[in-house]
Nanobody, 119 residues
């Protein structure tokens, strides 16, 4: 079983910064893609950023230039550095990884961490 443990959410004032972490553990061969998604209250869950095993990154337009995704391969951990936070960034942030396990790609979601940005 693959497990994800997220941390780093909280309450911050507009203009502030937060860093989210997501560590993967369990039995798998490799991690292909790691990413962050978010779900504001009453809205759908959307992509924030992803990073591939090769280091290629992809960002939602709304966070480009403010958020940075990175990963520590040795620790099976992905990070999301969030700067210049805005009230509209308020959401539950979810980590998602795609791992290679038993010769199959498996998608795993974290439990979510709340990020609240006050104006």
């Amino acid at each position: 079983q693959v497990q994800l443990v997220e941390s780093g959410g909280g309450l911050v004032q507009a203009g502030g910064s937060l860093r989210l972490s997501c560590a993967a553990s369990g039995r798998f061969f490799s991690i292909n893609v790691m990413g962050w998604y978010r779900q504001p209250p009453g809205k759908q869950r959307d992509l924030v950023a992803t990073i591939t095993s090769g280091g290629s990154t992809n960002y939602a337009d709304s966070v480009k230039g403010r958020f940075t995704i990175s990963r520590d391969i040795a620790k099976n951990t992905v990070y999301l550095q969030m700067n210049s936070l805005k009230p509209e960034d308020t959401a539950v942030y979810y980590c998602k990884v795609i791992v290679l396990k038993d010769r199959r790609s498996v998608e795993v979601w974290g439990q979510g961490t709340q990020v609240t940005v006050s104006s």
